[in-house]
């Protein structure tokens, strides 16, 4: 029973142009949302977060977009560049500090 | 200031022997959690240790134990292993109340 489910194994971008990378729940208790990117040999490595209680955050090039009655979040990358070319876990929790759960992730590949 | 650190980096086992793989939090964390990301899967959750104690279990059989010690480190260990446990083994840690978790490089483990 996957709770949290990146349905785009893969996506590939230009560089310059913005990446979307989506994500869906099925458990309406988890209220806290967070995107990890994961290169290769490493560990996944926290980006961006939403409580909730919002529907926009913002951090630079990155934005997540949260619409509650959809259970469906977004990562907007803008302008994306090849650096940004990781795996990225959408995980989401519940209040407190409870276990990330986490999708199998979306590979994004940023062309030059 | 070092963040998660685990080691070892790489494992190579035999199906039937045991395992020990050790973790040490980032300064300043005191909850710790264990995850299991097979390949192509995204991180599943183990357990988690707060004060020396398991507070928090996924679904994982007994042959999967933990330990943590009075300076927050902590050791994962699995018996009997099975060809099935070869996977990236993560810990993270977080400081409670906060909600993000910060993850090690990880532990390869792989079962022959």
């Known amino acids: 029973d996957q709770q949290v489910k990146q349905n785009s194994p893969s996506l590939s971008v230009q560089e310059g142009r913005i990446s979307i990378l989506n994500c869906d729940y099925t458990n309406s208790m988890f209220d806290y949302f967070l995107w990890y990117k994961k290169y290769p040999a490493e560990g996944p490595t926290f980006l961006i977060s939403i409580s909730s209680i919002k529907d926009k955050n913002e951090d630079g090039r990155f934005t997540v977009f949260l619409n509650k009655s959809a259970k469906h979040l977004s990562l907007h990358i803008v302008p994306s560049q090849p650096g940004d070319s990781a795996v990225y876990f959408c995980a989401a929790r519940n209040s407190g500090n409870t276990p990330l759960v986490f999708g199998k992730g979306t590979r994004l590949s940023v062309i030059a | 200031d070092a963040g998660v650190t685990q080691s070892p980096t790489h494992l190579i086992k035999t199906r039937g022997q045991q395992v020990t793989l050790r973790c040490s939090p980032k300064?300043?964390?005191?909850?710790v959690s264990w995850y299991q990301q097979a390949l192509g899967q995204g991180p599943q959750f183990i357990f988690q240790y707060y004060e020396e104690e398991e507070r928090q279990r996924g679904n994982f059989p007994d042959r999967f134990s933990g330990h943590q010690f009075p300076n927050y480190s902590s050791e994962l260990n699995v018996n009997a292993l099975l060809l099935g446990d070869s996977a990236l083994y993560l810990c993270?840690?977080?400081?409670?109340?906060?909600?993000?978790?910060?993850f090690g490089q990880g532990t390869r483990l792989t079962v022959v």
């Open positions: 993270a840690s977080s400081a409670r109340p906060n909600t993000e978790a910060f």
């Open positions: 300064s300043g964390h005191d909850t």
